[in-house]
């Protein structure tokens, strides 16, 4: 498979700046993600939730990590979240450059 093929990003957001830092630091040191961008916003996030529209300012996470990685990424990501239902979303990469590819796929193995 080549490199790009096998790269996926990842968005969630959460709640605060402060659980987007500690969420970024434990998912880059459980080796399930290779680099995890905060976007602080806030990011302006209506949704229906338990049948109700709601409102909320949030902090975006982009994820970057192998196709391989992520099963236990999102695990990882539900273990920490403060949500009860974390986004997840998955977006498969077409291309990139190949140093940067390689340099992702080594910081996620095992």
């Not at 409102?55 to 990424?73: D, F, H, N, P, Q």
């Not at 498969?92 to 140093?99: C, L, R």
Request: proline letters at 3%; a positive charge.
């Amino acid at each position: 498979m080549s490199e790009e093929k096998n790269v996926r990003l990842v968005l969630t957001t959460c709640g605060s700046l402060a659980e987007a830092k500690r969420l970024a630091t434990g998912l880059v040191d459980k080796r399930v993600a290779a680099c995890v961008n905060i976007v602080p916003g806030p990011v302006q996030s209506i949704y229906r939730w338990k049948g109700k529209v709601e409102s909320a300012k949030e902090v975006l996470l982009i994820i970057k990590t192998t196709s391989r990685r992520v099963a236990a990424l999102e695990r990882e990501l539900k273990r920490m979240h403060s949500y009860e239902v974390p986004e997840f979303l998955v977006i498969a990469i077409e291309g990139g450059s190949q140093g940067y590819l390689t340099w992702l796929k080594d910081s996620v193995k095992k």
